[in-house]
């Protein structure tokens, strides 16, 4: 051929194979790109990624940057956690669940709590109205979540609590179950979500305002650190980011930003990084573009380790090792065709054992219509085993690893969510760029992008925008008792009864008087929870000192 | 009735804070030329009655996403009723499996939008229900 160069030969070749073949045959569009708008071309060769690069960009898993992965042999030693996200109705039904899924050979478990819980209130509030058991399950005191875990014994699962405002106050009571068990919480595992900043921005289910909020997550930062070494205090989540509507590159930057500002934080109330940083956890969601997923996670897991090392000069490689869950993209399901979800969310499970996940909870194939049917978990979950038994991808570590696409698209995302964080920096940080609502409007206008993009046939959606069928609503729906509201308030009245009232309300002053300190307020909370105050009765205490999050409403 | 004068609220009733969809049916009703008022999450139905007559909408649109809404969207209209103003329209979508839709309807919701509406078909609603009206 004659050409001394890969750039040479590629130039002739797209100059003439490549050009007479389109001209024949022209291609489906005029350009292509992915999900996030990153511009694909029809190839990519050496060109995209040098092998020079490679101990710089990519170096070897389990270490710095850490790119292919943050365990030397990944998958070949340990499989990922299977933890599906389960919780609806009474502790006692929840339980029950829990025992069902480990008995599936699930190897972890995710509690789900109901709205009234996650915004601090107990289930005889009345804004708990139509809402108490719904969307997990209702913890109004110590009395639930002895239920919940009875039959579990503690120092053998780790546990996933999606709680984040009251966070700390349900860590409280799970370290309390445990003592009656005779566990130490010390030997805990387990993670609470306790990601404040990503409520204001896209979950909603905040309770005090920002600065309050942030001294309660580096309260149970520091209280970790000292007493529980195997427990993630925190699980920052671009989760919720991705599913309020931003793109790949906005799930990186916006989460590895709230991060910074944790670290910050941290570091301002005294913590030294590698004290902590090495608990931090993190939460991704996986969609349906496969490449651009697997390089996000990789590009994730690289940027956090340069913003470690070079930001706040960690020096425990530990602090520099983004560990990540991972949950299939609810938003992408469809509410029609409901088979086909199996099949999306397969190709997202997939996505985040190719990009590395430490532990995955697949969506059941029935979401978009309510909570999922045992029988729906159960295919989800059998999606992870036939991912880690069959298909072969876990035999080898980082296996898209050297693509030359991959290598690109993980570039790409990785340099995109620099830019943002620098933007983000220059507003002050994350908190002041939150207050402005510049992450929400950003957020906001991708979220409304993507959706023109469907609604004019733009882009693709199987069996919605496409290959429509007629079909026959689905029979079997989990539906969640509307009386249950009436048992749970009948069992915090029996709990104010049998409890020692004047306990509770010297622990509850007692909180209020700390509250304005900045003493750790998670030994009182221990204390708290102890005397069955509930979950209301000890957020109000903080409501009078913090006061309450006024959302600012952005459209 | 021009486009512009016609004024419609969208509400989150309950606590779940997700408004992906509340925010996107806001945003694309007012490109539409509609005027439109968000009120963001964790409304109370008394919250959302009082906003809907305060602004003079004849719409209100409520998104829920929690499975609260046999409770919480019938409250609604019950509330606009007892207020006088139940020739407020209401509507609503979310996570609403089909087999709530009648009864949501026998209660006072005008019509249900489930996951996959396009833009197009609130519009759609909207212009009929206007000139039903009218007639």
Redesign the interface.
Known sequence: MGEKTIKDAKERWENSTLKNFVAKAPERQKEFATVSQNPVSTLYTPLNFEEKDYLKKLGFPGEYPFTRGIYPNMYRGRLWTMRQYAGFGTAEQSNQRFKYLLDQGQTGLSVAFDLPTQVGYDSDHPLAEGEVGKVGVAIDSLADMEILFEGIPLDKVSTSMTINAPAAILLSMYIAVAEKQGVPRSELRGTIQNDILKEYIARGTYIFPPKPSMRLVVDTLSFCAREMPKWNPISISGYHIREAGADAVQEVAFTLADAIEYCKAAQQAGMDIDQFAPQLSFFFAAHNDLFEEVAKFRAARRLWAKIMKEKFQAQDPRSMMLRFHTQTGGSTLTAQQLDNNVVRVAIQALAAVLGGTQSLHTNSRDEALGLPTEKSVQIALRTQQIIAYESGVTNTVDPLGGSYYLEHLTDQIEKRAQEYLERIESMGSMVEAIELGYIQREIQASAYKYQKSIESGERIIVGLNRFKTEEESPQEILKVDPRLRELQIKRIQEVKQKRDNEKVNVILKKIEDVAPTGENLVPYFIEAVKTYATLGEITGALRKVFGEYQQQVIF | MEKGKVRILIAKV???????GA??I???LRDKGYEVI?????Q?PEDVVKAAIQEDVQFVGLSLL???????FPKVAQLLKEKGAEDIVVFGGG?I???DIPFLKSQGIKEIF???T???EVVDFIEKTLKDAAH
């Not at chain 2, 968000?38 to 964790?42: A, C, E, K, L, V």
């Open positions: 309950g606590l779940d804070g997700h408004d992906r925010k996107y806001a945003q694309a968000y009120t963001g999450i964790r109370t929690s499975g609260a809404h046999n409770q919480l996570v499996p089909a087999d489930p996951p996959g396009t833009i197009d």
